[in-house]
């Protein structure tokens, strides 16, 4: 290993990095990308907190449309943005891979190698390549476009990423903008999505959202207002029905039922 690839070039100056005259434009697409991203990140971050909320416990079908659009929603527009930052390759669209060849260009030579090296670091793995495959043809022929053909075929049954990938394409794309950072730490979520940052009793806006669905179902409250069907209704939960049940009855300072 030559000593210019043991070089920490993340705590230097973009400016310092970069040849002359570049950091406008490096500053300009880290600005963007950033944007992209944090959109992104915040998308994923309410669909988890909507798919952890026990809908079946607490509503009826019935009273669950709006979320079943709004997740139909994000999980389009989360597709929609991994898809345009990371695979779209026609024409002269401005994707994060094509900007991290420009960064590559831009840096000055004495830190080329260390900069390569954490653009290795930052290189999305062989499942990671294969979740983006899936995600770019069911944007092709499910969320942007589908022919008459593909409709009438039933061709149009495409793999669907979970959360659990979306958040791999997240990360993925999360560490990729950070690998190209000088200098300079991106927080992803806004601050009041880190629960570190709020005080005491004080609440996002999704979590008041869906603590208001749960504190507001007869199901919170069975046990005070109707004893005597609470009687016969609790046998028939399940172990994670009744801890997701008492769970909301202590952030109401309700007793355990």
């Known amino acids: 290993m030559?000593?210019?690839?043991?070089?920490d070039i993340h705590n230097l100056d973009p400016k310092d990095v970069l040849r002359e005259g570049a950091f406008e434009e490096y500053d300009e697409g880290m600005g963007f990308f950033f944007s992209e991203l944090v959109d992104l990140n915040i998308i994923i971050y309410l669909a988890e907190q909507i798919v952890a909320f026990p809908f079946?416990?607490?509503?009826?079908?019935?009273?669950?449309?709006?979320?079943?659009?709004v997740m139909a929603s994000f999980y389009d527009s989360a597709i929609l943005t991994i898809t345009r930052l990371a695979t779209d390759q026609k024409g002269d669209l401005f994707t994060l891979a094509r900007f991290k060849n420009k960064v590559r260009d831009l840096v000055k030579e004495e830190y080329r190698k260390p900069f390569e090296l954490r653009l290795k670091e930052a290189r999305f793995d062989n499942q990671?390549?294969?979740?983006?495959a899936k995600a770019r043809d069911l944007r092709d022929h499910r969320i942007e476009h589908t022919t008459r053909g593909e409709?009438?075929?039933?061709?149009i049954k495409l793999f669907r990423p979970n959360i659990s990938d979306l958040k791999e394409l997240r990360d993925a794309l999360n560490r990729l903008l950070d690998a190209l950072a000088f200098n300079v730490e991106y927080g992803m979520l806004p601050i009041?999505?880190?629960?570190?940052?709020?005080?005491?009793n004080e609440k996002t806006d999704?979590?008041?959202i869906l603590d208001g669905i749960a504190k507001n179902s007869h199901y919170s409250n069975l046990p005070e207002n109707n004893p005597e069907r609470w009687k016969y209704?609790?046998?028939h939960l399940n172990v994670e029905d009744l801890e997701a049940l008492n769970y909301y009855r202590r952030k109401f300072n309700l007793p355990e039922a």
């Open 2 to 7: 030559t000593p210019e690839s043991t070089i």
């Open 56 to 69: 079946d416990l607490f509503a009826s079908r019935d009273n669950q449309t709006f979320f079943s659009v």
């Open 128 to 132: 990671a390549e294969g979740l983006l």
């Open 151 to 155: 409709f009438i075929a039933g061709n």
């Open 192 to 200: 009041h999505y880190n629960r570190h940052s709020l005080r005491k």
């Open 206 to 208: 999704i979590e008041e």
């Open 233 to 235: 209704r609790r046998p």
